[in-house]
C-alpha cells in the first residue's frame, strides 16, 4: 500500500511560482514511476508531469514545458512540482499518482494505481 499526501497549493498571482510536494508512505516508492495531474474547473483530469524512479527520465505535458519541473527525492519519500510563470489556466486541483512497478516517466491515467487526495492551486489574473 502506499499512501500520497500532497501539500502546498494555494492562491497566486499570474506569473508566480508554487512548489508542490507529494510524500508518500509505504515501501514501493522508489520502485514506482511517480506523477502529477491536475483537474480544472469542469474539465477532466490531464497529464502534466512524470518522473522515473530514479528521477533521471521525465516528461512533461506541453502546456507546461518550459514553466514547470517535477523532481524526486528517494530518501524522502517525496516527488516534487516546481511551479513557475503559472497562468490563470493552471488553476486545478492538482494531484500526485504513483504508478507501481513503471520504472519510466509515464504520462498514461491507466498507469497510476495509488492517488493523493489533491490540493487546489488558483492562480488570479
Known amino acids: 500500500q502506499v499512501q500520497l499526501v500532497e501539500s502546498g497549493g494555494g492562491l497566486v498571482q499570474t506569473g508566480g511560482s508554487l512548489r508542490l510536494s507529494c510524500a508518500a508512505s509505504?515501501?514501493?516508492?522508489?520502485?514506482?514511476?511517480m506523477g502529477w495531474f491536475r483537474q480544472g474547473p469542469g474539465k477532466e483530469r490531464e497529464f502534466v508531469a512524470s518522473i522515473s524512479t530514479r528521477g533521471s527520465h521525465t516528461s512533461l505535458a506541453d502546456s507546461v514545458k518550459g514553466r514547470f519541473t517535477i523532481s524526486r527525492d528517494n530518501a524522502r519519500n517525496t516527488v516534487y512540482l516546481q511551479m513557475n510563470t503559472l497562468k490563470p489556466e493552471d488553476t486545478a486541483v492538482y494531484y500526485c499518482?504513483?504508478?507501481?512497478?513503471?520504472?519510466?516517466?509515464?504520462?498514461?491515467?491507466?498507469?497510476?494505481?495509488?492517488w493523493g487526495q489533491g490540493t487546489q492551486v488558483t492562480v488570479s489574473s
Open positions: 499518482a504513483a504508478a507501481s512497478g513503471y520504472l519510466f516517466a509515464t504520462p498514461l491515467f491507466r498507469n497510476y494505481d495509488y
Open positions: 509505504g515501501r514501493i516508492f522508489s520502485s514506482s514511476a
